[in-house]
C-alpha cells in the first residue's frame, strides 16, 4: 500500500480535481503491474495498472489508495474492469469521501466473489487529498495559507520592502504549493502593490494545468491591466468579500485545494472568520522589529482566550529557513 | 570519547563556573573507571575516574572530553596524577580555551613517555561548554535570549496580558536554560511589571547553585521591595545599560552563560548592540494579531540589508509549542 501511495503522488500536480490514487497488483508475491491516475479524464489508476500487467491478473490482489469507484463518471467504473479481470481480492486504503459512494464498492466485488478489506495506511492516503476529501465531506475547499515572514512575524518593512525575506529555496518550494493547488486568491491590494503572477513556473508544468486565479477586489480597485489578469490560465474577479458561500461557490467549481498567498488583511479576514485550515509559513530566521508589518490584521483582542490557535503538523528547515506547517485545531 | 561527553553533561547545572568534563578510562578494551567534574573546588573528572578504577590503571588509555589541566588551580594538575598513574595513553577531545594553557599538556605527557591524540568529538565538547569557551576566548559570556512568543512574534496582549501564551512544557524547559546558566538578566521593566522570581525551581537543584540574577535598571526604578532581591541566591543591581564593557566585567567575574528573559526593549537594545549571541524561542502555534506586544522593539529599519540575521541551529517541537535555537551568524 505503500508504494501504492507513492505511485498516487505522481498525479499530485496534474490529476486535479480528481482524487491522487496509485494503485498496484501483485500475484504469487510479485509485483505484476502498477498504474497512478494521471489526469481528469484519462485512465483510473486500477485501469492503468490493469493494463500494464506482465501476467493474467486473475486471482492476484490489488492494492489501491482510494476505494475504486462503482459508478461511470468521465469513465467507466473501475469495480467492473476489476470483477472483469476475475482478481481474487482488492486491498483500499480509504473508503471514498463522498457519502453517497462510501463503502458501495464492498458489496459489489464480495457479491462478486472478491475478497475485500480496507482502512491500510488509511491517513496517508487522505493526507495525500486532502483537498479532495473536505470537498467531498465539507463542500468547500482545504485553505491553505503561505506566509513567508522573518522570525518576529513581519512580512515586509514598514515601507513596504520584501523582496526578499525568504530564501531562494523557500521560493522554489511555494511553486510546488501552487501546482498541488485547484485555485490561488488573493486580494486586490496585494495585486495593485506588487503586480504578482502567481502561477505556477515549473519546468514540465503544462500551462493547461495553471491555478485558477481569483482576485477578491470587493471595492474594485483593480484596472484589469494587472499582469495576472494576462497570463496563461484563468483569472476570476470576485467583488465581494471571502465568506462561507464563496468558498462553498469554488467546491461546486471542483476546487479542492485553495491556496492563499494575500496580505495582512485577507489573512487577518480568514482567520477571523475561521476559514484557514492550515497555515504554511516560510520563517526567515531575520528580525525586522516592531514597525515593520504584521503577517495577520485584524482588530486588537482583549483576553488570551480568544486568540487563535492551530496545532503544528510539521517543521523542517529549507534552505536557510523554517518551514511550519500548521493546522486549525480542529481539522 | 561519546561516553565521556555524556559523563560530562552530569555536570551541566553544578560545576560551573568550571566547564563540564567527562572521563573514561579503558584497559584491556574494558572500561575500568569513569568520572565526571561535579563541582568546582571538588575533584577533576580525572581524578574520579582514577579513582573509580576497579582495575591498576597502569597502562590504560585515557578518555577525556577537555584537556587535563597543567597548573595548580581550586585543585592540582590533572596532568601529575594522571602521569603517575602510569596511564600509557591520553586521547582527550577539545584543547583548554585558554590561549595561555592550550596545548601544554601535550608536551608534559609526551615527555613522560605517553602518547597524546585530540580533536575527537571536538565541537560535541566545545557545545557543551559554549560559555566557558566563549568567556576564556573573548573574556564575556555566551548571552542567551530566550523568548516566548505567539507565531506571529508577539509576548503579550496590547493591555499586557502574557500568562500563558506558552505551553507548560515549554516553562518547565526554560528551568534547564536557568539551571544552566551561571546568571541571569533582566530589566527594571520587567521586574516591575511582572515581578519574577528568575531562579531554579527545580527538584534536587541545590539553592547553593542559583543563578545570580541581574537587574538592569538604569533609570533607578526598582525600589528594593520586589521579589527577586529576596530569593536565596544574589541580585545584582546595575545602574548603567548593558554594553560591551559590564559583559567583560560579567566575563571577570567567572559567568559563562548569561540567560536574558526580559522584554522588547532590552532584547531590541542587545540585539542592535550585536550583544546576543543565541536566541532560543519557544514559539506557541497562536495568533495575537498586529496590536500585541513585539519581540524586539528598537527604531525602524528602512532596508532590508539591515535586516538582524542568525542561523537556524535546532527546530523542534515542546508540547504544543516549537523550540527555536538559532545563533548569531557569526557564532
Known sequence: MQRAIELAKNGIHS????????C????NDIVIGEGWHKKTGGDHAEIMALKSCEDSPEGSSVFVSLEPCTHKGRTPPCIDSLINAKVSSVIFSSMDPNPKVSGKSIKLLETA????????LEEDSQELNIGFFNRMRA??????????SSLDGKIALHNGESKWITSEESRKDVQNLRARSCAIMTSNQTVLRDDPSLNVRLDNFSSDDQ???????????????EKIFHLPGETLLHHHRVDQSFLEHLGSMEINDLLVESGPRMNGALLESGLIDELIIYMSPCILGKDAIDMFAFPAIEKLSD????????????GTD??????KNNV
Chains 1, 2 share one sequence.
Open 211 to 225: 491555478p485558477l486565479r481569483i482576485v477578491i477586489d470587493s471595492t474594485g480597485k483593480c484596472g484589469g491591466n
Open 322 to 327: 523554517m518551514k511550519l506547517t500548521l493546522r
Open 24 to 27: 498496484v497488483i501483485v500475484k
Open 307 to 318: 486568540r487563535y490557535s492551530f496545532v503544528i503538523r510539521d517543521l523542517k528547515t529549507i
Open 15 to 22: 490529476c486535479k480535481p480528481n482524487p491522487r490514487v496509485g
Open 113 to 120: 466473489g472478491i475478497e475485500v478489506s480496507h482502512g491500510l
Open 139 to 148: 463542500n468547500k475547499p482545504f485553505v491553505r495559507s503561505k506566509i513567508g
